[in-house]
DNA sequence: TAACCGATTAGCT
DNA sequence: GCTAATCGGTTAA
């Protein structure tokens, strides 16, 4: 598939989230190409968003094109974009990185691990790129976040999402192709 | 009580 | 080498 010029973050979240696959996200310049996304609708069991606004899920049905954090587990935190306005609320979690800029920086906030480990899950990818409730909100195409497309063809892969025990029969996972950096093969 | 998880440990092959 | 189990704070149904 070609990728489109830009990220369209109104379009459904299924299709945000492929296209996200082979982008690459920087926080202050720290980051890589993303290799795993989920997507969660807004008639999603398995989305925070299915029974309504909360104070934690509020930035959810705002405008797309914002990042909204959780904590997970009370111990994570999981970065996702923002897709859908208008009342709904859905959204594009970002599971894993292929680290590309600020290895060093990324290192240091993980401890000694290897590189493959540095974004391999939705927490990793937080504690490497230094995201917290702080960057709740923001737009992820304007400063400190840099979103660019791919340029060459992306070969995706799609699964069962991880973690969830609702609607675990959507695939709803994206990956891309090959990709060591994956939080989990795909079958 | 269950959840969009990660580090560690214990037990396997 | 691998998988299964366990624990750790917070949020919300």
Not at 40 to 53: C, E, I, K, L, V
Not at 145 to 151: A, I, K, N, T
Request: aromatic share 8%; net charge positive; charged share 20%.
């Amino acid at each position: 598939m070609t990728p489109p010029a830009f990220i369209d973050f109104s379009a459904p979240s299924v299709e945000v989230a492929q296209a996200l696959i082979g982008s690459t996200l920087l926080v202050d310049g720290v980051g890589g190409r993303i290799v795993e996304t989920e997507a969660y609708d807004h008639d999603d069991p398995a989305s925070h968003t299915f029974s309504g606004p909360t104070k934690r899920n509020e930035v959810m049905f705002g405008p797309p094109g914002r990042a909204y954090i959780y904590r997970s587990y009370g111990i994570h935190w999981c970065l996702n974009f923002v897709c859908q306005a208008e009342g709904h609320g859905a959204g594009v979690l970002i599971r894993a990185i292929e680290p590309v800029a600020g290895l060093e920086i990324m290192r240091a906030r993980r401890g000694l691990h290897e590189e493959r480990l540095l974004c391999a899950g939705p927490g990793r990818v937080c504690q490497a790129l230094g995201i917290t409730n702080a960057h709740s909100g923001m737009r992820v195409d304007t400063h400190p976040f840099q979103l660019s497309v791919p340029e060459g063809r992306i070969r995706t892969l799609a699964g069962p999402r991880i973690g969830i025990t609702k609607a675990t029969d959507v695939p709803w996972r994206f990956g891309l192709s090959g990709s060591p950096f994956l939080s989990r093969p795909f079958r």
